[in-house]
């Protein structure tokens, strides 16, 4: 396939940045604009310093008020909990792209057959949510009791667990939703009664589904790969993406784009070319900490072609053999990533605690950048609320900048 554009890394570096709203001339000014701008925001209950929608927000709006994303969610329901790329905050206007999962989930794989013999054996269990629901609106996984007749077995976490597992269940088939929290705990209520009335209801093509899905993804994602595409927003078989990326070409909706030194092919929506000139002056990405889980650096080999990257989640990595460290946020500056830090918050004593510090390669020196650091570091503290901050390791030449 002939490219129609052809791109250097660093180019595709910054159209990457600025599609993500992450550079200053593209960021967004609120919860909703960041999340039209995603498509989707992963959603996770660790909180070594903060959970990662909250960080993912940050990176965008600087220092914003949590409560707008529960108003979202929770009261003017923009948002709503499902599964696309990973577990995500997604858009209620988007509902027609879930519905067919909805319908169709567990599918026909062996895990399937299980989850559809477990839920067929404890039917009286999932009538009990269900009317219960109903009945009295919201409800916490431990207000239905336990009327499962048969356990749920598992490894992990889940063993035993027959009513938190069967709400999950019902969750991704649209039979229930997340309706608040009470501290850690979920609160859930009847789809039926939860989404809101103006939400979209209608039905799309399976082609139309894959469509939107793909040009949604490749836009979020500035410029991309098939393999890029597939996996970011929700994830749709590699085949059925390069078929969909050739449809968009052949409509005019997308362009084939080569970028120097990285296997393509490549691809740009149409609407996004105006980033290739728009990135080349006047453009900035503030020094800003990324989530582990940001929707920039998600995908490791994309980081990894673009970034020049190795970056995986070392949580269950044994601490000996940890890299960088439990919880990493990479620190991108510019269109680099400068620094990788490995935080935790006491929120009791107020104190930010920077456990390992990391400068990228060809960094270790750059005093200047290593304050820079420091002080997007400091920021996102005082705004979780931290009053000092401390950094046990950090490269030499940096320690001589930063706090003692």
């Given at each position: 396939?002939?490219?129609?554009?052809?791109?250097?890394?660093?180019?595709?570096?910054?159209?990457?940045?600025?599609?993500?709203?992450?550079?200053?001339?593209?960021?967004?000014?609120?919860?909703?604009?960041?999340?039209?701008?995603?498509?989707?925001?992963?959603?996770?209950?660790?909180?070594?310093?903060?959970?990662?929608?909250?960080?993912?927000?940050?990176?965008?709006?600087?220092?914003?008020?949590?409560?707008?994303?529960?108003?979202?969610?929770?009261?003017?329901?923009?948002?709503?909990?499902?599964?696309?790329?990973?577990?995500?905050?997604?858009?209620?206007?988007?509902?027609?792209?879930?519905?067919?999962?909805?319908?169709?989930?567990?599918?026909?794989?062996?895990?399937?057959?299980?989850?559809?013999?477990?839920?067929?054996?404890?039917?009286?269990?999932?009538?009990?949510?269900?009317?219960?629901?109903?009945?009295?609106?919201?409800?916490?996984?431990?207000?239905?009791?336990?009327?499962?007749?048969?356990?749920?077995?598992?490894?992990?976490?889940?063993?035993?667990?027959?009513?938190?597992?069967m709400l999950d269940f019902l969750w991704i088939q649209g039979k229930?939703?997340?309706?608040?929290?009470?501290?850690?705990?979920?609160?859930?209520?009847?789809?039926?009664?939860?989404?809101?009335?103006?939400?979209?209801?209608?039905?799309?093509?399976?082609?139309?589904?894959?469509?939107?899905?793909?040009?949604?993804?490749?836009?979020?994602?500035?410029?991309?790969?098939?393999?890029?595409?597939?996996?970011?927003?929700?994830?749709?078989?590699?085949?059925?993406?390069?078929?969909?990326?050739?449809?968009?070409?052949?409509?005019?909706?997308?362009?084939?784009?080569?970028?120097?030194?990285?296997?393509?092919?490549?691809?740009?929506?149409?609407?996004?070319?105006?980033?290739?000139?728009?990135?080349?002056?006047?453009?900035?990405?503030?020094?800003?900490?990324?989530?582990?889980?940001?929707?920039?650096?998600?995908?490791?080999?994309?980081?990894?072609?673009?970034?020049?990257?190795?970056?995986?989640?070392?949580?269950?990595?044994?601490?000996?053999?940890?890299?960088?460290?439990?919880?990493?946020?990479?620190?991108?500056?510019?269109?680099?990533?400068?620094?990788?830090?490995?935080?935790?918050?006491?929120?009791?004593?107020?104190?930010?605690?920077?456990?390992?510090?990391?400068?990228?390669?060809?960094?270790?020196?750059n005093t200047a950048v290593a304050k820079r650091v420091h002080q997007?570091?400091?920021?996102?503290?005082?705004?979780?609320?931290?009053?000092?901050?401390?950094?046990?390791?950090?490269?030499?030449?940096?320690?001589?900048?930063?706090?003692?």
């Amino acid at each position: 396939m002939d490219s129609e554009l052809r791109l250097d890394l660093k180019a595709a570096r910054r159209i990457a940045l600025a599609a993500q709203g992450l550079d200053t001339g593209h960021r967004a000014t609120t919860v909703m604009e960041a999340a039209r701008l995603l498509n989707c925001i992963q959603f996770d209950p660790l909180n070594v310093i903060a959970r990662t929608q909250l960080l993912v927000l940050y990176s965008r709006l600087g220092p914003f008020d949590p409560a707008e994303l529960d108003r979202a969610l929770f009261d003017d329901r923009e948002l709503f909990h499902y599964w696309a790329h990973a577990a995500s905050f997604v858009l209620t206007d988007d509902f027609p792209l879930y519905q067919r999962t909805m319908k169709s989930w567990p599918g026909k794989s062996d895990w399937a057959v299980r989850v559809n013999k477990w839920m067929s054996d404890n039917d009286k269990l999932r009538r009990t949510i269900l009317r219960g629901l109903k009945r009295n609106g919201t409800m916490l996984a431990r207000d239905f009791g336990d009327t499962g007749s048969v356990g749920w077995t598992s490894t992990g976490w889940t063993e035993g667990q027959q009513v938190t597992r069967m709400l999950d269940f019902l969750w991704i088939q649209g039979k229930v939703m997340i309706a608040g929290r009470r501290g850690i705990q979920r609160v859930w209520a009847h789809a039926d009664d939860w989404f809101p009335e103006w939400m979209p209801r209608h039905t799309v093509s399976k082609t139309a589904e894959v469509d939107s899905i793909t040009s949604r993804s490749l836009r979020a994602l500035g410029v991309a790969t098939p393999k890029h595409v597939a996996h970011h927003f929700v994830t749709v078989p590699v085949a059925e993406t390069r078929t969909s990326l050739e449809r968009l070409r052949k409509r005019g909706d997308i362009v084939n784009v080569e970028v120097d030194g990285i296997k393509g092919p490549w691809f740009m929506h149409r609407n996004d070319l105006h980033l290739i000139d728009e990135v080349k002056t006047g453009w900035r990405v503030p020094t800003t900490p990324l989530s582990p889980f940001d929707n920039l650096i998600r995908d490791r080999q994309r980081t990894k072609a673009l970034f020049d990257l190795d970056f995986t989640i070392e949580i269950y990595v044994p601490a000996a053999k940890r890299r960088y460290g439990y919880y990493v946020l990479p620190v991108v500056e510019g269109d680099k990533i400068v620094a990788l830090a490995d935080p935790k918050l006491d929120r009791k004593n107020q104190l930010l605690t920077i456990n390992a510090l990391h400068a990228a390669e060809g960094f270790e020196t750059n005093t200047a950048v290593a304050k820079r650091v420091h002080q997007s570091l400091w920021k996102l503290g005082k705004w979780l609320g931290a009053t000092d901050i401390t950094y046990p390791k950090a490269p030499p030449a940096w320690k001589k900048v930063l706090p003692k």
